[in-house]
């Protein structure tokens, strides 16, 4: 069987396309595997200000039974939000989520957290000029005792 010049061209672009594919998908990944929550924020803002707010509703439990399954609610009425993120100060890689948001979005977002133990978690929510964020502490107890 020949391969045409067409062919070979086409299959060329697809091996180039595919080498290039994961660095794009995991850059990102990087920040995820950071164990400092400096370093975190640092690599997600980039020497944005970061100021505390009242504007973000941030609902964790203040005593977690179970560890594994920490629920967490981030909103918050600030306009322009470009992405949601959440940090747990004593996870052995604080950044557990990141959310990049369209401008169509509501930033609104709930979801579930591992924590091995008490924290201070942090919703950061960026804006175009701004890092805003929100702190709770959550105190995860062993077996569900409260010790």
Do not use: H
């Not at 990087?30 to 973000?56: M, R, W, Y």
């Not at 924590?115 to 804006?127: E, F, I, N, P, Q």
């Amino acid at each position: 069987m020949k391969i045409t010049r067409r062919q070979w061209l086409g299959s060329l672009l697809t091996l180039c396309s595919a080498a290039l594919l994961p660095s794009r998908l995991f850059a990102a990944s990087a920040v995820f595997s950071a164990t400092d929550t400096q370093a975190v924020l640092d690599d997600l803002f980039a020497g944005l200000p970061i100021e505390d707010s009242d504007a973000i509703n941030l609902r964790t439990p203040e005593i977690a039974e179970n560890g594994a399954v920490v629920p967490v609610t981030v909103s918050t009425d600030i306009s322009g939000v470009e992405s949601i993120s959440l940090i747990v100060d004593e996870n052995p890689n604080p950044l557990s989520a990141s959310f990049t948001l369209t401008s169509d979005s509501v930033p609104n977002i709930s979801f579930r957290v591992k924590m091995g133990k008490s924290s201070t978690v942090r919703a950061l929510v960026k804006t175009s000029d701004k890092v805003y964020m929100a702190t709770r502490d959550v105190k995860v107890t062993i077996g569900g005792c409260g010790g």
